[in-house]
């Protein structure tokens, strides 16, 4: 004897017996840890920079709004010119029809050298002014969920009014941020 085919899906269903759509998300929301940091951080979560200026870190939102949109840009020019791409990924992609970020094919090089040498005159001015680290930690590392500590802590006490950052830490996020303002021109 045969058996049965696949088991019937519980659920709700239509008249015509199909599975009822109700009560689905219609898109993910994520997971309780991103929603959480949603909630916290609006759609600034994602990144050092925008938690800083989601906590009211980096000063009002709409003075503050260039800093952030020009660090995410000097985020964005460096990890497109020194981010480590397997060679072959964009040499396989180049004979399809698909285009990818990383195709080396379809970039336009003088845009991307003009990106390049603005970048490293950026860099060049945060070098000199001996924050490197501290800048490198606020604009361009990938901290996706936490960190820097230093950060961590400052908005800690942002939110709770507590006092749990030290003097090197509020020294550090300052340097990163003068760095920031002397490269963008945008000051307090």
């Known amino acids: 004897m045969a058996k049965a085919g696949r088991k019937r899906k519980t659920g709700m269903r239509t008249k015509t017996g199909r599975l009822s759509r109700a009560g689905v998300c219609p898109y993910d929301k994520g997971t309780e ?7 916290l951080y609006g759609d600034n979560w994602a990144d050092p920079i925008g938690r800083a200026f989601a906590a009211g870190l980096l000063g009002q939102p709409d003075e503050a709004k260039p800093l952030l949109d020009y660090a995410r840009s000097i985020h964005a020019a ?12 964009a040499l396989r992609n180049a004979g399809s029809s698909r285009t990818t ?20 005159e950026d860099l060049r001015c945060v070098c000199a002014m001996g924050v490197r680290r501290e800048f490198d930690a606020l604009v361009i590392d990938v901290n996706p969920d936490s960190g820097p500590d230093w950060l961590d802590r400052l908005i800690y006490d942002k939110r709770t009014g507590k006092q749990t950052a030290s003097d090197r830490d509020h020294a550090a996020f300052r340097a990163a941020l003068d760095a ?3 490269i963008s021109g945008v000051t307090e």
């Open 101 to 120: 970020g990383a195709d080396v094919i379809s970039m336009d090089c003088e845009r991307a050298k003009r990106r390049e040498m603005w970048l490293n």
């Open 33 to 39: 840890r991103a929603q959480l940091m949603r909630t």
């Open 78 to 89: 460096y990890w497109m010119a020194y981010a480590t791409v397997p060679v072959g990924s």
């Open 180 to 182: 920031l303002e002397t």
